[in-house]
């Protein structure tokens, strides 16, 4: 089989970025370019301020600098996608794959016209033979349009081979995972082409994965591993949050419920952390994804099943904006609401489907002032996604202000909202001097997994403090989105409150 000498990865984004950067520091030997129609976005990449935030990249890409010795050398950020192609030997897919919103399957199906286009490019650009990997999520089969786009687009005696190699990494723990994934999957074609095409990629990841862990199987088993992962983790998340919701009402503790069961070998202690929701870009996108096959398939019973885990999903952050609103006796008009995290959940900026916009709009709704920080989304970042999403954004405008700081954010605020499972958030100092500011206690994700500090403890899911607080702020529990696999590492699993 052919050794990968060139790879051309499609799409700088949150998937392309990290991969390559990983590629091109573990196999020196090859030339890794990553390309994308967005100038800003792979300008973002050659500057010093890269366009995602996520730990360890900046140390994985050492800043590229064009000409910077500090830069690996084998890895380039470029626009000009159609020479990339031409000379390399296997080409990544990583563009988004995005809910349609309009037309057949709206609201559900994956857009698959980033795909294509990228597709026709390569056909058009490519003047030998390329291997062609989708790393995209995509629905099962659409390696087979891939496939008929390229050899009826593609020149007569160019051959392609198509590869599905989903993605797993999480978004937080990016480089960690792309280091020591638990596995890698690639699908082929079982024809000796096929099969060759997949030890050329193997190869590549074999530079710093071992063997065993890198997984091959047939195209179709691939594409859809990677919807059925992302199905099973979102599930996970909704099936927690859904007896969260009889805990709160019972006097059970959904943390010590989540430890005790988790501790079950067959359940496992992860993806098991009751929250306000997940939020990403993935996992609605694909369990939706995964509810249109269903559909298309006519499996309205299977298509039932997995749409419940994300309807569960809105209830859990409907619920969770009631509960602030019941909380602060029934009206937040003109109230100040500190919202502390934006992200969709920490060690990202990414705000993608993030359940702090949701709880933004609600509390807009109810007339309340909101004040927003998070540590790594900027300013001109919540704007862009509030415009996108507020019902009334001229409203949003007036009611939301966004800090430099939680401290800002905590000022004279009559709750505050943890949004975003933020290290920062998660620690007494912080906390104890929140409270300095305005005798409001700040809480955290839930009980067990963070210390609500002196005086003050979970009753039936609400915190109680003792002393009351001033003024007779009120103080609201609260979780983080989660998306991915890793979210529980390093929190306290026991089911007594630590330090
Ligand atoms: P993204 O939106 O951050 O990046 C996609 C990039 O592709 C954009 O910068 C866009 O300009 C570029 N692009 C689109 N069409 C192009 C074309 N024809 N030529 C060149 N560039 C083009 O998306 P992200 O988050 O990186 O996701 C990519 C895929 O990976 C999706 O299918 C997603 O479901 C999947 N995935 C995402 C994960 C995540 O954590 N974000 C994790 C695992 C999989």
């Not at 590229?64 to 080409?91: M, Y």
């Not at 190869?203 to 994965?209: I, T």
Request: charged share 25%; hydrophobic share 40%.
């Amino acid at each position: 089989h052919k050794q990968v000498k060139r790879i051309c990865c499609i799409g700088a984004g949150y998937v392309g970025g990290p991969t390559c950067a990983v590629i091109a520091n573990k196999a020196p030997h090859i030339h890794v370019d990553v390309v994308d129609l967005n100038e800003k976005r792979i300008s973002a990449w050659k500057s010093d301020h890269l366009p995602i935030y996520e730990p360890g990249l900046v140390e994985m890409t050492v800043l590229p600098r064009d000409g910077s010795p500090d830069r690996p050398p084998n890895l380039f950020f470029t626009t000009d996608v159609k020479a990339s192609i031409t000379k390399a030997d296997l080409i990544f897919l990583c563009v988004a794959t995005p809910t349609k919103y309009t037309g057949i399957g709206s609201g559900r199906a994956a857009d698959l016209v980033y795909i294509e286009s990228a597709t026709r490019m390569i056909a058009e650009a490519a003047t030998s033979d390329k291997i062609v990997v989708e790393k995209s999520t995509v629905p099962c089969k659409t390696a087979a349009s891939i496939r008929e786009i390229l050899s009826a687009v593609g020149k007569p005696d160019v051959h392609f081979d198509i590869l599905s190699n989903p993605e797993f990494l999480a978004e937080g723990t990016a480089i960690r995972n792309l280091e020591q994934p638990d596995r890698l999957l690639i699908g082929s074609l079982t024809t000796d082409r096929g099969l060759r095409a997949a030890a050329s990629l193997v190869d590549v990841y074999a530079e710093w994965v071992p063997r065993e862990r890198i997984v091959t199987m047939h195209l179709w088993s691939s594409e859809m591993a990677k919807l059925a992962a992302n199905a099973l983790l979102a599930q996970r998340i909704s099936s927690i949050n859904a007896l969260s919701a009889i805990c709160e009402s019972t006097g059970a503790d959904i943390d010590e419920v989540a430890y005790a069961v988790g501790l079950d070998k067959r359940i496992g202690p992860k993806m098991l952390k009751s929250s306000v929701g997940f939020g990403g870009s993935c996992f609605r996108k694909d369990v939706l994804n995964l509810v249109y096959i269903a559909q298309t398939l006519h499996l309205p019973e299977v298509a039932t099943y997995w749409e419940q885990v994300v309807e569960m999903n809105e209830y859990q952050k409907q619920r969770f904006s009631k509960r602030i609103v019941s909380c602060l006796y029934t009206t937040l008009t003109d109230k100040r609401v500190a919202l502390l995290g934006f992200a969709y959940k920490k060690d990202t900026g990414d705000t993608r489907e993030s359940a702090a916009i949701s709880i933004v709009n609600s509390l807009v709704a109810e007339k309340a002032d909101v004040r927003i920080y998070d540590p790594k989304v900027d300013a001109d970042a919540i704007w862009m996604e509030l415009q996108w999403t507020s019902p009334n954004f001229a409203d949003t405008q007036k009611r939301v202000t966004v800090c430099k700081t939680a401290y800002e954010a905590c000022e004279d605020a009559h709750a505050a909202v943890i949004a975003t499972e933020w290290d920062e958030f998660n620690n007494k100092d912080t906390e104890v001097h929140i409270r300095e500011v305005n005798g409001l206690a700040v809480i955290g994700r839930s009980p067990s997994s963070y210390s609500t500090g002196s005086g003050m403890q979970f009753s039936n899911g609400t915190l109680e403090t003792s002393p009351a607080p001033k003024n007779g702020h009120r103080v609201i529990g609260t979780a983080s989105a989660a998306d991915g696999g890793h979210l529980q590492d390093g929190l306290s699993m026991t089911p007594t409150p630590t330090s």
